[in-house]
Nanobody, 122 residues
Framework: QVQLVESGGRLVQAGGSLRLSCAAS????MGWFRQAPGNERQFVAA????????DYADSVKGRFTISRDNAGNTVYLHMNTLKPEDTAVYYCAATTLSSSYYYIRVHEYDYWGQGTQVTVSS
């Protein structure tokens, strides 16, 4: 069983920055998703096993960056120019699908963290 532990979520003012971390017990292609109250869980960013391939939701392109620690199993989500609409619980996820690719759909992921709350005030 893969263990995923997110951290870094907190209250921040609009225009500010945050870095979320996800410590995994094993190395897999990973993704970040978010879920606001009353909404479905939505894709934010994804990265393949090596870290050489990434993808982003249109709503965060140019503001968020996903990266991973090549020496370990930690994945990061660097969030800049935060907006109130970024407020959500952020989840990291791991998939056992092919390590060469990244994945953007909820059903493609096998393991999920407990989530970390990000709140952006206006």
């Amino acid at each position: 069983q893969v263990q995923l532990v997110e951290s870094g979520g907190r209250l921040v003012q609009a225009g500010g920055s945050l870095r979320l971390s996800c410590a995994a017990s094993e190395r897999y292609p990973m993704g970040w998703f978010r879920q606001a109250p009353g909404n479905e869980r939505q894709f934010v960013a994804a990265i393949n096993w090596s870290g050489g391939r990434t993808d982003y939701a249109d709503s965060v392109k140019g503001r968020f960056t996903i990266s991973r620690d090549n020496a370990g199993n930690t994945v990061y989500l660097h969030m800049n120019t935060l907006k109130p609409e970024d407020t959500a619980v952020y989840y990291c996820a791991a998939t056992t699908l092919s390590s060469s690719y990244y994945y953007i759909r909820v059903h493609e992921y096998d393991y999920w963290g407990q989530g970390t709350q990000v709140t952006v005030s206006s």
